[in-house]
Every structure is written in structure tokens, then in C-alpha cells.
């Protein structure tokens, strides 16, 4: 029996176990590849989307866990603090290998999207899950600071 | 790129955009230009509508090649940077080889260095044959046309450089073309030329090996003997059958586990969990990690072999006794996993006549023949698809191809028909083997009563990474693998009565080059010893390197240049407050020159890493900010395991499995850095490995300002370091 699930604002019908994790779901049974796996067990957060607009490691959702639930994957991510960080990752050349990156901005723009002014501290909590194995860290750190700063205006 | 057209223009531009200028190097050497491409497999094309392509050689692991190599053939051909594209080569052992290795890969920072001639000599010729048919169908001397960002001019005729691809593909390509001075460069060394990788990168549109898909593609894990050398008896697929998604089990050739392929990635890990199997050891590694290190040191009261210029052992043993002062240590490195973020995968998929191997590809070389062999193909019937790879840091640049060989084992144990995905789950990357070495650096230095070095006595006892490969022929001399002692045995500083012996900790599990080889510890044990050696001399620390560097030719004027950089910039010798603490580390690697400044702060015990100051000289800066960025990336991969990753092993069976017990370094871990590169005219270096050497010793030097404590067992959290 198909679960629907609503991913980036489109209903998507998905024919696969309920316990699925959404992780892969989204990569293998949808082909939306962007969101990335690293570790499969919640320590890594290249996995990570937006359940109704918070930051969730898709790695631990099921795919019934996830069909009451408005879904964002980075294909999906837009509007204003999206852009902002977007932008601002792209001015400072945040990536390297880029795969963790998927996920960094998902969490970055959770962050911003609660917090308009984050300090170092805030983006120490935000940002503590995703690890990034080039260790493009200080340049996240700059970036949120510089999309913070965008978004004032 | 816009630029104005007249209606002619845009005709000829239309016409010419069924054909190419594509310009390489034919399987002589001797650059070529021509209209097709295919036959040549070139460096640059420039389609019909203007666009320029960099083709390549270089894979991208996150190291910048996307951009550097880009910018090398844009800017010889004075090409729009914003509009420039690049495409990965397919494999060609003979067109794209890596000059320094001789057979097409990455590795060894030389991406740049190989390549810097070779990119712009053909940018330069591709310039050469535009211009001169822009010459002959504007009747003017070539000399009078001047090309900006792909725009041709001369007098008020201007036009882009499709406009004469045709009539250039018919030209001889001049055989050393005319290179830019280096004042007449607009885009290396441009401090902020925007990453080509970046847009893609940030919006998920980015496809990493794990990303492609091809029709009908099984994926494929394996499950492997959980001791290194193991061998599969038998094993029972159990309910792996009830899987939703599950397809088949199968024995591994050679009996090196069982495949398991399912539908889904979920699917094939899933009926792994069901399996059981059972394994013959009586050839495997069943030593725990502590039992290895015990033999290895006791190896050292007796090295092998001799490793440094000088071979007589007593030399150093007769100057250092009676010296005033003796100091002696001993370092234990361990076992480290490189776990780059996306794991190994690669997919197999039958295509016309042969393969295609879609793979974040770092060894073509290696690759190519490894999966023909296995599946009884030619080596040109495997074609090799290369896409970004989600890291690397040595772990794909494999002498025995390991994941590509097992993706075409597992292809063709599917029956060879249907494409296959291997994948590899963090649990098999951190248990998977293939390690930095394990190392043991024992040494005793003596010094006068004047506080100079008398004698060194330095001894290593390490895992060979190159015995056993294609590789030992020309890195393994008179039984020394030159990795197990790079850093130490060549140090540059100027070090009477120095030997360096060495022994191999011989075992079933295979080690592997792990960013900056043996440099990850050679660099720790050498520049913790100087720093002792100083403090035993009464000397400051910079102090004793300038003097060590004195006598040392041109690397030493190089290592000092940026050892004084460094030490300015961090302000050594400035006081600090309470609890704070700063070391400096110096090391040459790659060919290129590193110091790096930390300064620590120590509170109730706990360890904060507040700041680090690099000074880099890679030679001429092709692209500044990558350069940055790769000094950061490469100290903070550094710092990770120098605090706390290790593998260890018991009984055979390594104890680590996940990022929970293998704890990557964290956004709460990384300090400030700041970067200051050296002006240079040199030729460029390596970059993407010699900023991890000296991150390891500068933090243990660090440390031990600011709390008298001298670290000689890593990692750091083992030694009762905590961090804040
Ligand atoms: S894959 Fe989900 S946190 Fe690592
Ligand atoms: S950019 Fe490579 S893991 Fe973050």
C-alpha cells in the first residue's frame, strides 16, 4: 500500500516498507539525491531536512513517521534566509568536497529561521551535529554570520 | 558572456557550432589542435557558441582542481572566467597521465604541479591557432588583436571565439607556445576568483558517486570477514528471504564474504543484518592493537634497516655519548581511518561493448585495468565515468582498487547484466582496514654544554604502506619504504651524527596513505623533538629552528621564511596570559614549506584550541582563497585525530565502528585560523596535504607551554587530555 508523503510542497506517493528510513526513501525510491547519507546513525547530519521546518536527521525518520508531516529536502529549500545562506556560502566558498553541505544549509537555515542574530554560541548548538570531514568550519561559522547580516537588511 | 554580433557573426557562429576546437597533446607529447575532439581526448574545447571546456586529468575531491586547473587554461586563453566549464577526462593512462607518477591519477598534492605547464601550454596554443585564423579573416597582423574575457578585438572589430574554431581546428598548433610573464596574469593568483563547484555544491544539484543512477541498478553491500585476512566457510541467507526489496546472497571470489544485493540501499543493508556467517582466521590478524605496539617497539631495540644518509647505526650512538645532555622520548601513533563523508561506493553498468564505471574516480590508472581484469575485458572496453567524490583524503587512491574491484565482482556474480551499485556503510568504512599506519618514533638526542645538537638517534617502527604494490619497485629502496621515514630521515634541518632506523610491523591488514602519509607522524615526532631538544639547550624554540636551518641550502631559507612569518603574525614572544600557551611547528612536505602557530588556553584542566597562524610557501599562488581553504581543511583534519581518533583492535576484531566512537572533529572544535601566504615565483606545490604535518606538534608544543605536559601517545584524549 502507498504512503503519501508531501515533499517540497508536491505529494509524492511511495510504495516501500513503513519503517523505511526517510533517508533513504528520498534517495532511492524519489532519486532526490541531495540529501546526503554519512553515518545512518544520527551523528553526521549530512542527512538532514526540514519536518515542518525544523532540522531532522532523515536517517532516523520512517517513512511512516514522516506522512503527517510537511516535508523540505535542500532541492526543495527557498525563500528569503534560504537565499540568504545560499548566497553567503557561495560568496565565501564554504565547500570543499561538498558533501556534507546538503546538510550544513538545512541546519543554517533552521538556525536563522529561529534565531535572526545568532551568536558563536548559537551556531555552536545549531551547527554541532553536522559534522564536515573537510572541516570547512570556520567558513560556516563566517557565512551564517554574513547571511545573518544579509537578512537585516 | 554577451558581446555584440553583426549578422555575419551570427551566421558563421551558428554554422561553426557543429564542430569543436579541441587542443591536447597526441600520444607523442607534441600539442595538437584539431575538430574532433573524440580522437584526441584534449585539455581545452571551445564549441561552436564560444563555450570553453577545461577537460580534467584531476579528479575533485574538495582540493579545488575544479577551479585550479580551470583557471590555468583560462587564463592563458584569456577565456571569461564566469563563463568557463570543465568536465572530468575519461581514462587515457597515456594522454592523462600525472606527470609526476607517470600513469593517470591524483594523490600526492601534485595536482597543480603536474599540471601547470602542461594546462597552460595548451590554453596557450589554443590561443595561438584562434588568433591566427581571427588574423586571416580580418586581414591583420596577429599582434594586433587583443583577446579579454573571450572577446576578440582589433581596431573596432570584435568578436567571441567560436566565431573561428573551424578555421583554427585546420591549424598546426604552435609546438611551445608563447606562456604569459607572470605580471600578466589576471587570474592566478587573483585573491578571490569564485570556486566553479560551489553553485552546484550548495543546491544539492551536486552528483556524487552514491548520487548516480542508471537503469535497473541492484545495490550491493558486502558482508567481510570481521578479522583482517579471515575467509568465508559458509554462510546461511536466514531471513535475509523475508526482506521487502531483498534479491540474492552470494559467495564472494576468493571467499572474502558474501555480496548482498537488494532492490534498495535499505534493502541490501537490511537482509545484511540477517545473514550469518562463518569465517576461517587460522590465516588471519588476531593480535589486539596493543600486542602490535609492544612488538613494534621491541623491534626497535634493533632496526632492520637504515634509513637516513648516514648508514653506520654508531655514529649517532658514539656523538651522543658524553654529551652534556641527553634527551630521549618515545611517540605511539595509531591506527586512523580516513572516513571521508560520503563512503566508498562505485556503480557497474554494462554498456556497449564493454563497462562504464560511474565512480568518484581518483586512480583511472588503477581503476581501469583492476575492473577489466575481473570481468575478462581489455582495459579500453571499461570506460571510466568520473564525478565528484565526497572526500578522499587517501582513501580512494587504492593500489587494489578495493571498491571497484568488489563493484565488478558483484556485477558479475549478479550475472553481468544488470548495472550494480556497491555500497559501503560508515560501519564498513571505519572497520574496512586499509589504515594510516601504525608508528612508533623512538629517539635520543644529545646536547653540548654550548646547547648544540651533538647526535640523533631516531628510529621508526611503521607499516609498510608500499610493500606489496605496484608502487614498491620505485618507493622501496634496500627494504626502506621511503613513506614509513619521509619527514625524518630527508628532514631539512642541518642535524649532525643524525641515523634513522627503521623496522616493518608486519601484518595481515593492509595500511594505506592517509593525507600527508608519513608526515602524519614523522612531522609530530620530529618537531616535538626539536622543541625538547631546545628547551634542554636553554633556547627559545624559534630560536633553535632558525639555527637548525642555517646550514640548510635553499629549504632552509624557505622553512625560515615562513617559520619568521608565522611567528610575526602570532605575535611569539608577546606575553600571554594566564593559562595560555603557544607552540610552533614548522615542516616541509609536498615541497611545500608550512609553520603553523597554535596558542591554547587551559582551563580547569580543559584544553581550548583558541587560534592558529599558517604560514604557506606552495610557490606561485594559483588561487589564493583554495589555498586558504585548503591549509584550514587540512589542519582541522589533522586536529580530529590528533585529539582523539584511533582504531584499535582486539583479538583481531577493531573496536570502533561509527562516528559515535570514531568522533569526527566538530564545529565546537575548530579554531580561528588565519592564513598568510608567502610571495613566491617559484613553481607552485602541493597544497591539499601540508597543512596537517605541523598542526599535530605545534598543538603538543602548545600544550605543553601552557601546562608542562609533554604528549607523546596519541591520541590526545587517551593521555588524559580533555578538550573544551
Ligand atoms: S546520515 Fe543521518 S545523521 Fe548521518
Ligand atoms: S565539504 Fe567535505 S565533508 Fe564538508
Redesign the interface.
Known amino acids: 500500500m502507498a504512503i503519501k508523503l508531501k515533499i517540497n510542497g508536491e505529494e509524492r506517493d511511495v510504495s516501500?516498507?513503513p519503517s523505511?528510513?526517510l533517508l533513504?526513501v528520498l534517495?532511492?525510491?524519489l532519486?532526490m539525491?541531495?540529501?546526503?547519507?554519512?553515518?545512518?546513525?544520527a551523528?553526521?547530519g549530512?542527512c538532514t531536512i526540514h519536518v515542518d521546518g525544523v532540522p531532522t536527521r532523515s536517517c532516523q525518520l520512517t517513512l511512516e513517521g514522516a506522512q503527517a508531516s510537511e516535508i523540505t529536502?535542500?532541492?526543495g529549500?527557498s525563500g528569503k534566509v534560504a537565499k540568504a545562506v545560499?548566497d553567503a556560502?557561495?560568496e565565501l566558498?564554504?565547500?570543499?568536497?561538498?558533501?556534507?553541505?546538503?546538510g550544513q544549509?538545512m541546519s543554517a537555515i533552521g538556525l536563522l529561521s529561529e534565531t535572526s542574530k545568532p551568536t558563536d554560541e548559537d551556531?555552536?548548538d545549531a551547527?554541532?551535529g553536522?559534522?564536515?570531514?573537510?572541516?570547512?568550519?570556520?567558513?560556516?561559522?563566517s557565512a551564517i554570520h554574513h547571511a545573518a547580516k544579509t537578512l537585516e537588511g | 558572456m554577451t558581446y555584440q554580433t553583426s549578422r555575419r557573426g551570427f551566421l558563421t557562429a551558428a554554422a561553426a557550432s557543429a564542430t569543436i576546437l579541441a587542443v591536447g597533446y597526441r600520444p607523442d607529447g607534441v600539442l595538437a589542435a584539431t575538430g574532433e575532439a573524440a580522437s584526441l581526448n584534449p585539455f581545452v574545447k571551445i564549441s561552436g557558441d564560444g563555450t570553453v571546456t577545461a577537460v580534467l586529468k584531476h579528479f575533485e575531491m574538495g582540493q579545488g582542481t575544479t577551479t585550479g586547473l580551470t583557471t590555468l587554461i583560462a587564463e592563458e586563453l584569456d577565456a571569461d572566467w564566469s563563463a568557463i566549464e570543465f568536465e572530468f577526462a575519461p581514462a587515457d593512462n597515456k594522454r592523462y597521465k600525472n606527470l609526476a607518477f607517470g600513469s593517470q591519477g591524483t594523490g600526492g598534492s601534485t595536482a597543480i604541479a603536474n599540471s601547470f605547464g602542461q594546462y597552460r601550454s595548451a590554453a596557450a596554443a589554443a590561443r595561438a591557432v584562434i588568433v591566427q585564423a581571427a588574423a586571416a579573416e580580418w586581414g591583420v597582423k596577429p599582434d594586433a588583436i587583443s583577446i579579454e574575457d573571450g572577446v576578440l578585438k582589433s581596431g573596432n572589430r570584435s568578436a567571441g571565439f567560436g566565431d573561428f574554431i573551424t578555421a583554427a581546428a585546420k591549424l598546426d598548433a604552435p609546438a611551445e607556445p608563447t606562456l604569459k610573464a607572470p605580471e600578466d596574469f589576471r587570474l592566478i593568483g587573483k585573491a578571490t576568483l569564485p570556486r566553479k563547484d560551489s553553485a552546484a555544491k550548495t543546491d544539492g544539484s551536486a552528483k556524487f558517486g552514491l548520487d548516480m543512477r542508471v537503469p535497473g541498478m541492484a545495490r550491493a553491500v558486502i558482508l567481510r570477514s570481521p578479522k583482517f585476512g579471515g575467509t568465508l566457510k559458509s554462510f546461511d541467507i536466514g531471513r535475509a528471504k523475508k526482506v521487502s526489496g531483498f534479491i540474492d546472497a552470494k559467495e564472494m571470489p576468493g571467499k572474502s564474504g558474501v555480496a548482498i544485493f537488494g532492490e534498495t540501499t535499505w534493502a541490501a543493508l537490511s537482509a545484511r543484518g540477517e545473514i550469518n556467517a562463518e569465517w576461517d582466521f587460522s590465516k588471519a590478524e588476531t593480535r589486539g592493537t596493543d600486542d602490535m605496539l609492544a612488538d613494534a617497539i621491541k623491534s626497535l631495540d634493533a632496526p632492520s634497516w637504515q634509513a637516513g644518509k648516514e648508514k653506520d647505526a654508531g655514529v649517532s650512538a658514539k656523538a651522543i655519548k658524553g654529551a652534556a645532555k641527553t634527551v630521549e622520548a618515545e611517540f605511539h601513533f595509531p591506527l586512523l581511518a580516513h572516513a571521508p563523508m560520503e563512503p566508498s561506493n562505485c556503480i557497474i553498468e554494462k554498456t556497449a561493448g564493454g563497462v562504464t564505471v560511474h565512480d568518484g574516480c581518483q586512480f583511472p590508472a588503477l581503476a581501469q585495468p583492476t575492473v577489466a581484469a575481473i570481468l575478462g575485458l581489455k582495459p579500453e572496453q571499461v570506460t571510466v565515468n568520473t564525478v565528484y567524490a565526497g572526500g578522499s583524503f587517501g582513501r580512494r587512491a587504492n593500489p587494489t582498487a578495493d571498491y571497484q574491484a568488489e563493484a565488478a565482482m558483484a556485477f558479475a556474480l549478479l550475472g553481468g547484466e544488470r548495472a550494480v551499485q556497491l555500497v559501503w556503510s560508515r560501519e564498513d568504512d571505519i572497520k574496512g582496514g586499509y589504515y594510516r599506519p601504525m608508528a612508533v618514533h623512538k629517539a635520543r638526542i644529545g646536547v653540548d654544554e654550548d646547547g648544540n645538537i651533538t647526535g640523533w638517534d631516531h628510529r621508526i617502527a611503521s607499516n609498510s604502506i608500499m610493500k606489496g604494490t605496484p608502487f614498491e619497485s620505485f618507493l622501496v629502496h634496500d627494504g626502506v619504504d621511503h613513506s614509513s621515514v619521509e619527514g625524518a630521515a630527508d628532514t631539512p634541518y642541518a642535524i649532525p651524527a643524525m641515523t634513522v632506523g627503521l623496522s616493518d610491523i608486519t601484518t595481515p591488514m593492509r595500511t594505506l596513505w592517509w593525507r600527508s602519509v608519513g608526515h602524519t607522524h614523522s612531522a609530530y615526532a620530529m618537531e616535538s623533538l626539536v622543541d625538547m631538544a631546545a628547551e634542554a639547550a636553554g633556547k627559545d624554540p624559534l630560536e633553535m629552528r632558525l639555527e637548525l636551518l642555517k646550514d640548510a641550502g635553499a629549504d632552509g631559507k624557505r622553512l625560515s621564511a615562513v617559520l619568521k612569518l608565522a611567528a610575526e603574525k602570532a605575535g611569539w614572544g608577546g606575553t600571554l596570559s594566564q593559562g595560555r600557551g603557544r607552540g610552533i611547528a614548522l615542516h616541509k612536505s609536498f615541497d611545500s614549506y608550512v609553520a603553523e602557530v597554535v596558542e591554547v588556553s587551559v582551563d580547569d584542566g580543559d584544553v581550548r584550541i583558541e587560534k592558529v597562524t599558517c604560514a604557506v610557501d606552495c610557490g606561485i599562488a594559483i588561487n589564493p582563497d583554495v589555498i586558504k581553504a585548503q591549509i584550514e581543511g587540512g589542519l582541522g583534519y589533522g586536529l580530529g585525530a590528533i585529539m582523539r581518533n584511533h582504531v584499535t583492535m582486539t583479538d583481531g576484531v577493531v573496536d570502533q565502528s561509527n562516528f559515535p566512537d570514531y568522533e569526527p572533529l566538530r564545529i565546537t572544535d575548530m579554531p580561528a585560523v588565519e592564513v598568510h601566504i608567502v610571495e613566491s615565483a617559484e613553481a607552485p606545490t602541493g597544497i591539499g596535504e601540508p597543512g596537517t604535518p605541523p598542526i599535530g606538534p605545534a598543538l603538543a608544543n602548545a600544550i605543553y607551554a601552557a601546562t608542562g605536559e609533554r604528549i607523546t601517545r596519541l591520541p590526545m584524549s587517551e593521555n588524559g587530555i580533555s578538550f573544551a
Open positions: 516501500a516498507p523505511t528510513p533513504w534517495r532511492d525510491e532519486d539525491t541531495g540529501t546526503k547519507f554519512g553515518c545512518g546513525v551523528s553526521c549530512a529536502t535542500i532541492e529549500a545560499q556560502w557561495r566558498d564554504v565547500v570543499q568536497c561538498g558533501y556534507c553541505q546538503s544549509i551556531i555552536d551547527m554541532y553536522n559534522a564536515c570531514r573537510c572541516a570547512t568550519y570556520v567558513r560556516i561559522r
